[in-house]
């Protein structure tokens, strides 16, 4: 069993930044990846990023170049640096970890919205 909870979210206006972070307990040595999704009302989540143990990320088109993912490995911790945010990052943003097995477990979610 994995915990996630996050943390950092808020209100900020476009053009600004937000850091979220996620830390994870329980069985975090069963960890493969973890990652940020992003959910708004009556859509699905979708990935924002992702980070391999190995360090690998992965990030969707729509913030290459303005988010960055980083991962601590020994504080098994998650970051997300989010720059130059736009109203259409506005979001509830989720942090998620599968594991070798390939199960997933999900944070509570953390509040980001962007003011235009």
């Known amino acids: 069993q994995v915990e996630l909870v996050e943390s950092g979210g808020g209100l900020v206006q476009a053009g600004g930044s937000l850091r979220l972070s996620c830390a994870a307990s329980?069985?975090?040595?069963?960890?493969?990846?973890m990652g940020w999704y992003r959910q708004t009302p009556g859509n699905r989540r979708e990935l924002v990023a992702s980070i391999t143990r190995g360090g690998t990320t992965n990030y969707t088109d729509s913030v290459k170049g303005r988010f960055t993912i980083s991962r601590d490995n020994d504080r098994s911790t998650v970051d997300l640096q989010m720059n130059s945010l736009k109203p259409e990052d506005t979001a509830a943003y989720y942090c998620?970890?599968?594991?070798?097995?390939?199960?997933?477990?999900w944070g509570q979610g953390t509040q980001v919205t962007v003011s235009a």
């Open positions: 998620n970890s599968i594991t070798w097995g390939l199960r997933n477990y």
């Open positions: 329980g069985d975090i040595r069963t960890i493969a990846t």
